[in-house]
């Protein structure tokens, strides 16, 4: 089908998004007739948990898409195909860009970053935050891989397990790498990885239906280290009152993590100043 100039400027712009998001051509009618349709995300079903960690476990497999596209997919795809069109022709491929800490850079795990995206997608913001707070915490102190696959060429290989400490790729997988002995360009890597997004996607699975049912699903606490350097530097976590004049006038630096502090800050050197909330401080 061909469109003329004319016809595509009377049809607008919400016309030719839904076109874009539909894919073009196939479902052309579809979105010209419902272009000015608000669509609605906010529609989170229960995941079969089992479901989801197979179709993430392949979906990281799946034409090299990586991590994020694995539990992403496995998050959501499910949910769409009930949901229907336009809603299942949302374009999960995308996702590959959270690949290997986000195009191969190695910084957010891009299981995380999809947990992150999905969780945004069917949830209000600040609930979505603080399920994807848990899921951080979580990553960064569970032993992983956890997941064995029913079928996989290494389904018989025990995949050495590790903590990752923080949520970033290039440190999780330079642990394991160093605590397995393989290399990062090995297959046994790759299957490490393959694991840990279908980990990802079942922690999430676990945290989502939590949610949907009205159950707690903050489990997984601060370390000892982080509600040390919390006491002062963890938002949420400092005094109330946090200005320059309440702490003997040296200033009280807030941050917003949920890492473990000595990955990055290895111990407290000579010039920290001193704290009236940190005790037997010398």
Request: charged letters at 25%; hydrophobic letters at 35%; one cysteine or more.
């Amino acid at each position: 089908m061909k469109l003329q100039r004319r016809e595509l400027l009377s049809a607008g712009i919400g016309t030719i998004a839904g076109l874009i998001f539909s894919g073009v051509g196939t479902r052309l009618s579809y979105a010209a007739t419902n272009s000015t349709k608000t669509l609605n995300w906010k529609q989170p079903q229960k995941i079969n948990i089992e479901q989801a960690a197979e179709i993430a476990y392949e979906g990281y497999k799946d034409r090299g898409l990586g991590c994020c596209h694995g539990t992403f997919k496995g998050l959501v795809k499910p949910i769409l195909n009930q949901m229907g069109a336009p809603y299942d022709s949302f374009p999960i491929e995308i996702m590959r860009a959270g690949k290997s800490g986000v195009a191969d850079s190695g910084s957010l795990c891009g299981s995380l970053l999809a947990a992150a995206y999905a969780f945004h997608l069917f949830f209000d913001a600040k609930v979505a935050d603080e399920m994807q707070k848990e899921l951080h915490r979580w990553y960064s102190q569970a032993m992983l891989p956890q997941y064995v696959p029913s079928v996989s060429n290494f389904k018989y290989y025990k995949v050495p397990q590790t903590k990752a400490v923080i949520p970033e790729c290039h440190a999780s997988v330079d642990i394991w790498v160093k605590a397995s002995g393989f290399s990062k360009e090995t297959d046994e890597r790759r299957e490490r990885c393959n694991r840990v997004t279908a980990d990802v996607t079942i922690q999430a699975a676990e945290i989502w239906n939590a949610q949907l049912e009205g159950r707690n699903f903050k489990k997984t606490a601060y370390t000892e280290k982080q509600m040390e350097c919390g006491q002062c530097h963890i938002k949420g976590l400092t005094p109330e009152k946090t200005n320059p004049a309440y702490n003997d006038g040296k200033y009280i630096r807030e941050v917003s993590t949920n890492m473990s502090c000595p990955s990055c800050h290895p111990g407290r050197n000579k010039n920290h100043p001193r704290s009236k909330f940190r005790k037997n401080q010398k």
